[in-house]
């Protein structure tokens, strides 16, 4: 009914850019209210990045990427920039989305749907 689709991963040097996209599609695309991302290093445990209400609203960034990473919004189609990147950002990174409106912390719990992941790789 909801398929997850994310593209935009690579392979960039320490302070370098990248841009992740995450469009939605099926029957109940449309009524999704809130999307984010999630990332995963080997030998670490999932890590919830950023998310926002499809309207834009209540956006979260976990402290490590705050005033590098940008989420945003446009219909069915959610992006999340990443600039500054360091090696710590390497990861696959998924993103997600559920049918309920997303407030305060940000939990697995808020995500129904999930994407197949994105590789970033992010050399020193």
């Known amino acids: 009914q909801v398929q997850l689709v994310e593209s935009g991963g690579g392979s960039v040097q320490a302070g370098g850019s990248l841009r992740l996209s995450c469009t939605a599609s099926?029957?109940?695309?449309?009524?999704?209210?809130?999307m984010g991302w999630f990332r995963q290093a080997p030998g670490k445990e999932r890590e919830a990045v950023a998310r926002t209400n499809t309207d834009g609203r209540n956006i979260y960034y976990v402290d490590s990427v705050k005033g590098r990473f940008t989420i945003s919004q446009d219909n069915a189609k959610n992006t999340l920039q990443m600039d500054m990147l360091t090696p710590e950002d390497t990861a696959m990174y998924y993103c997600?989305?559920?049918?309920?409106?997303?407030?305060?912390?940000?939990?697995?719990?808020?995500?129904?749907?999930w994407g197949q992941g994105t590789q970033v790789t992010v050399s020193s």
């Open positions: 997600a989305a559920g049918y309920h409106i997303c407030a305060g912390p940000m939990s697995d719990r808020d995500f129904r749907f």
């Open positions: 099926g029957s109940y695309a449309s009524v999704l209210r809130c």
